[in-house]
């Protein structure tokens, strides 16, 4: 019995030795369980790349663009030249080609959307017809004479200016008295060297208008616009339909004539954009600037 004890005495101290080699800092009673495993560290959150949009091709650099082929064909004509190959006068020629035909496609569609609106079509705002052109320019012609003769109301007459040894005087007095016994203008005739000449009915000797208004050379006509304004619109001799013509540039500079009888002395300015129309409008959107043209030539036919 005695060795019985003594024996499970030394398994005993065994056992403690290999717990306390084990488990020095746990004591004889413990109770362990396995480590859980440890998690996975969650994978960084994978931002979207941001979406890169491709930059616009420049116009010059897109092949068969207008922009492309004013830019290309210096370069090909001076290399078909500078080194006449058949490949680099076949480019230079196929690029003039290529210009042709995209040049014609335009002109089919615009010749086309001519046909069909009235606004891009020219003959509406003057006829290419000869007896259609004929009737509008009878019509523009007395709307002239009906102008001219408001201008000789509102005006204080024409100033006739001349020198007895000049040789185109005589004529040009002759002209003026002609256009102003046809409107009913008032003519004064002066003289710069105090001499007279045929057809000068009245003449006065100048006293100091020659200086004041810089003339130098004569005849020269000037109309007389009231209280002080003077206008000279010819400087030598001139032709009546010239002097007619110059006569109602300057009442319409003047402001002598009335709007609407200006639009129709006028038949080429029919249909036509003004400057002041061009100051606006410029949009980017098609649809809208064709819009603001029509809104602006609408009415003006």
């Known amino acids: 019995m005695r060795y019985v004890l003594t024996a499970f005495a030394l398994i005993l101290a065994v056992g403690v030795c290999h717990a306390e080699e084990d ?49 290309m064909l210096p370069i090909l004509q ?45 003959n509406n705002s003057m006829p290419f017809n000869g007896m259609q052109r004929n009737e509008v320019m009878s019509g523009a012609g007395e709307v002239k004479r009906k102008a001219l003769a408001l201008v000789a109301q509102k005006s204080a007459g024409l100033f006739v200016f001349f020198d007895s040894k000049c040789s185109f005087c005589k004529t040009q007095i002759s002209i003026v008295n002609s256009v102003a ?25 100048d006293n100091g208008h020659v200086k004041m208004l810089g003339i130098k050379r004569y ?51 029919r249909g036509v954009l003004t400057l002041d129309d061009m100051k606006d409008g410029a949009y980017d959107d098609p649809g809208k600037f064709v819009d603001y043209v029509k809104n602006k030539l609408d009415g003006r036919y």
Do not use: C
């Open 23 to 71: 488990h020095p800092d746990k004591g004889w009673f413990f109770y362990e369980t396995n480590p859980e495993p440890k998690k996975p560290a969650p994978a960084p959150e994978k931002k979207p790349e941001p979406e890169v949009k491709p930059e616009p091709v420049p116009a010059d650099k897109k092949p068969m663009t207008a922009a492309w082929m004013k830019k």
């Open 78 to 122: 001076e290399r078909a030249l500078d080194d006449p190959t058949r490949e680099n006068v076949a480019a230079y020629a196929y690029l003039v080609r290529a210009l042709g035909d995209k040049a014609q496609r335009y002109t089919d569609v615009h010749m086309e959307l001519i046909k069909t609106d009235p606004f891009l079509d020219m």
């Open 181 to 205: 016994k046809r409107y009913k203008f008032e003519v004064m005739f002066i003289s710069v060297d105090g001499k007279g000449l045929p057809g000068a009915t009245g003449w006065v000797k």
């Open 219 to 269: 005849p020269t006509t000037v109309l007389a616009i009231p209280p002080k304004d003077y206008v000279p619109i010819s400087f030598g001799l001139m032709a009546e339909d010239q002097l007619e013509s110059t006569l109602l540039s300057a009442a319409k500079a003047a402001n002598l004539i009335p709007a609407d009888m200006v639009k129709d002395i006028d038949p080429f300015t």
